[in-house]
């Protein structure tokens, strides 16, 4: 029974990818028509994309090193979603990891990395699930929209930074630009590969993977889906319905903060405000286009950090605008949601589902 | 013994292996490969804007001995380091990080790549061996705009909208007070701060505040001078400008301003790598070298304060008036320099003071 329901997930991942793959050709075709009518070649463009996001071990590596946070962000937002929440709050939750991990480096600057990396780790951990934590219990205990409640807590969290980096943390050295004092070698995620690739996508990876089998494998994953499906019914049948939807809110934010903490640790080596160009949208955005599923999750979040790693060659070898970028990726993101209706019946009639969260 | 052997070995096949920066950055046959990172869009008619004019400047006049290639919008994070190691991948062996931002990125890139010279715009440096920072004394020019200013405003005062509370940007703060007051003692500038180089709705917002609050002129030290100069048109007020010349824009209230011309400078830059001469180092340029001028001059301003004007530019020049020189006060009043006193490179780029005259408070919260 487990084996087929595994079996039917990676199904249903498959579906996922094969039309992300479709609508981003039909996305590619249009962006075609606009470069043709400035002058460029389309094919040689798209070469030049390509090879930038994935020809080449540094290309490959950038492109993990950009698909880390989004997939991060992007199962946060699923836990939230197989439960029947919606998690837009994934960006902040991201920054409170950031938050977390920081405070941790620069109050104890001369730890062992032993000491300090775990600790930073429990402390970005702690925050992301505060920031998820009380539109949780707020959802749970008083019926609050926890959609509003997620958006909104966002900008408070860049506010936070932002406070932080003018004030109580700016690094005393800097001359008022805003930003921490840089982390000790210790505070510092190794890299791998002689690369920016850092463990934050191995934990996503393994995260993607646990929850593959979790899901729909294991009593709580049933409890997971049972309220997902519908919640009423749920508690009806005296299934701890408040109990999981907090828990899984907590993890939710959790996660999120993994990928925080990662950018903070492995790729800026301090905090400062433009640690996220806004991947935990980013992740929102990638978990419906991977229909919740963790597996296809992997895969979308390497296609979409691809395509904005990739972007650069439209600035460097076809001397186009930044704007174009902007135009290129608009579109695709646009073809990428038409086409989410589409998929969604497309798969609905072979894996007789309709909601998201049941096909997993 | 054997495990010292294999890492002695390593160096020192390391060195061999590794030719120094000058001579490993170019071959003569092939043109040198430059990239630049702008912070902003290079069409923003203020800094950025200037940055890719130099560039254009550069690529035609040496066609043949250098190919350049820009990325602009490259905030001022991690991601800097993905787009300067894109150009490397790509062959740059010269990169210009033109952003205060840019310059720790470009620090990380620059240790991994000993064989490539990095030009940061701003900043001090200290100890790189392929990183060399340049500048031109914007302060010069915005002295003199102050001075315009001071005999200009008629209610005394004056609306500054800044960007960050950094070095660079207070130079300007005070070297543009100093210029109005000491024309006019009874000048008020009025600082506010957007916390950021390009928020085009926070400018307007704050040029109408301070216009509500009876500025006649407006400056700033922004990427884009435009929003604030045409909201000071709008309103029938005085600009004065930052990074390029808008005379053309604000016809009515256009007074003066600082213009950068890196154009020159870059060509020299290139040329120090194309012929090996590449050296480290914090360079400073003065308004005499010309990369950092003044604007010309609105309708409005009369012929006998330009006059004046030109006459202040010359004695600069000469070396016969140094912005910043003692006696120097804070205003809190404590003492910065002595009379006769000259500042150093260090303490105009630690500057973290405004002089009296300057009004709002120092952080931006």
Not at chain 2, 24 to 51: C, E, M, Q, R, S
Not at chain 2, 291 to 306: A, D, H, N
Request: with cysteine; net charge positive; glycine share 8%.
């Amino acid at each position: 029974m487990s084996t087929v329901s595994f079996l039917k997930n990676i199904r249903a991942a498959l579906i996922s990818i094969a039309g992300s793959l479709a609508a981003i050709c039909i996305g590619l075709l249009l962006v075609a028509i606009f470069l043709v009518a400035v002058g460029r070649n389309p094919v040689e463009t798209y070469i030049g994309i390509f090879t930038s996001a994935f020809g080449g071990s540094f290309a490959i590596t950038e492109t993990f090193v950009a698909a880390t946070p989004i997939m991060l962000t992007a199962l946060a937002v699923a836990i939230a979603g197989w439960v029947g929440l919606l998690n837009v709050g994934a960006e902040g939750q991201l920054y409170l990891g950031a938050i977390g991990a920081t405070m941790i480096a620069i109050t104890i600057p001369n730890a062992p990395s032993w000491q300090m990396i775990p600790a930073m780790f429990v402390v970005a951990c702690l925050f992301g699930a505060v920031w998820s934590g009380v539109p949780a219990i707020l959802r749970a205990k008083f019926g609050v929209n926890e959609t509003i409640v997620t958006l909104l807590l966002n900008y408070v969290a860049l506010l936070l930074v932002e406070f932080l980096i003018h004030g109580p943390w700016q690094d005393p050295s800097s001359s008022s630009w805003p930003q921490t004092m840089a982390f000790s070698d210790a505070a510092q995620l190794p890299h791998l590969f002689a690369s920016r690739v850092h463990p934050g996508l191995f934990i996503g990876i393994v995260m993607a993977v646990f929850f593959a089998f979790l899901i729909p494998m294991t009593k709580p994953g049933f409890i997971i889906r049972v309220i997902g499906g519908n919640p009423k019914a749920a508690a009806y049948a005296h299934l701890p319905v408040v109990k999981y939807i907090i828990i899984s809110m907590l993890v939710s934010g959790a996660i999120a903060a993994i990928a925080g903490f990662g950018q903070v640790s492995a790729i800026e080596g301090r905090l400062r405000s433009g640690i996220s160009p806004g991947y935990g949208y980013t992740g929102f955005l990638v978990c419906w286009l991977a229909r919740h599923n963790p597996l296809a999750i992997i895969i979308v979040s390497i296609f979409v950090g691809g395509l904005l790693s990739g972007a650069d060659s439209l600035q460097l070898s076809t001397k186009l605008p930044f704007a174009t970028v902007n135009i290129m990726q608009g579109t695709i993101f646009l073809t990428l949601l038409m086409f989410e209706n589409i998929i969604q019946r497309f798969s609905s009639a072979t894996v007789e589902a309709k909601t998201p969260e049941a096909n997993i | 013994m054997k495990n010292i052997f294999l890492p002695i070995v390593a160096a020192i096949s390391l060195f061999v292996i590794m030719p120094p920066v000058s001579q490993a950055a170019t071959d003569n046959k092939v043109p040198l490969k430059v990239g630049f990172i702008t912070v902003g869009p290079k069409t923003d008619w203020g800094y950025n804007y200037a940055h890719e004019q130099g560039r254009i400047y550069m690529q035609s006049h040496m066609p043949k001995q250098i190919e350049t290639e820009i990325v602009e919008n490259v905030p001022e994070s991690a991601e800097a380091e993905r787009v300067m190691e894109k150009m490397i991948a790509r062959g740059a062996r010269l990169i210009f990080s033109t952003s205060y931002g840019h310059y720790e990125p470009a620090l990380r890139v620059a240790a991994r790549h000993p064989d490539v010279v990095f030009e940061q715009c701003g900043r001090v440096e200290k100890d790189t061996k392929n990183l060399a920072t340049y500048f031109a004394k914007q302060y010069q020019p915005m002295y003199v705009s102050g001075m315009v200013s001071g005999k200009m405003t008629k209610t005394n005062n004056i609306g500054f909208i800044a960007a960050h509370p950094v070095p660079q940007v207070l130079q300007n703060v005070n070297a543009f007070t100093l210029g109005a007051r000491s024309v006019n003692d009874k000048v008020k500038v009025h600082v506010v701060w957007t916390n950021s180089w390009s928020d085009p709705p926070k400018e307007a917002e704050a040029a109408k505040g301070l216009i509500d609050t009876g500025c006649d002129i407006l400056t700033m030290h922004l990427d884009s001078p435009i929003t604030v100069v045409q909201t000071a048109e709008k309103n029938g007020i005085y600009s004065v400008g930052y990074h390029t010349d808008l005379n053309k824009f604000a016809p009515k209230g256009w007074l003066t301003g600082e213009a950068w011309d890196w154009g020159p400078l870059y060509v020299k830059i290139a040329n120090t790598v194309i012929n090996h001469s590449f050296k480290p180092g914090n360079y400073r340029y003065a308004m005499n070298d010309g990369y950092t001028k003044l604007s010309s001059f609105g309708k409005v301003v009369p012929k006998s304060v330009q006059q004046e004007a030109l006459a202040l530019e010359k004695k600069i020049e000469k070396g016969e008036y140094v912005v910043f020189q003692g006696p120097l006060k804070d205003r809190n009043g404590k003492q910065l320099l002595a009379a006769g006193q000259k500042p150093t490179l260090d303490f105009i780029e630690s500057m973290n003071w405004v002089v009296p005259g300057v009004e709002g408070s120092l952080t931006a919260k």
